[in-house]
């Protein structure tokens, strides 16, 4: 990944991957790609009972939040995008990982918006990101 330390960076994320955008919000601009890893040998459903006593942590996600903490955490500020609702919201699991495991970097986070990342193109999430950009950063970076 390209050197993002003191920069703004913009992150779309799901459950099965997270696209970087480092090098900048131009159009056409390749985001960097971190995959979510898969375990298709393990059982993935949780019972109510197994829920509720704490079985059902999902260690390929830690990983996975680990790995994309860990690409973005030089960045002086971080806007994510993400959507889903409740728990299918990949991007609101990150920042309650974040927020308890890597509160220095949970503060990088300058806002989250909500958007349907399945129906969007690359240039289109970009743009959402520049229109961000335009109407709320302060620093002039």
């Not at 790995?67 to 920042?95: D, Q, W």
């Not at 986070?109 to 743009?127: F, K, P, R, Y």
Request: proline content about 5%.
């Amino acid at each position: 990944m390209p050197d993002i330390a003191n920069k703004f960076i913009a992150v779309a994320i799901t459950q099965d991957e997270a696209r970087v955008w480092t090098t900048g919000l131009e159009k056409g601009t390749p985001p960097e790609k971190i995959k979510a890893p898969h375990d298709n040998t393990r059982h993935h459903h949780v019972r109510m009972a197994q829920h509720n006593g704490g079985h059902d942590v999902d260690p390929e996600e830690t990983r996975y939040f680990a790995a994309l903490c860990g690409a973005i955490a030089p960045a002086s500020e971080i806007l994510l995008i993400g959507h889903g609702n409740g728990k299918a919201n990949a991007m609101v699991r990150f920042v309650q990982y974040l927020e308890r495991k890597h509160p220095d970097v949970a503060h990088k986070v300058v806002d989250a918006i909500d958007s349907n990342l399945q129906a969007l193109t690359e240039d289109q999430i970009l743009a959402q990101a520049r229109n961000w950009f335009d109407n709320h950063h302060r620093t002039g970076l």
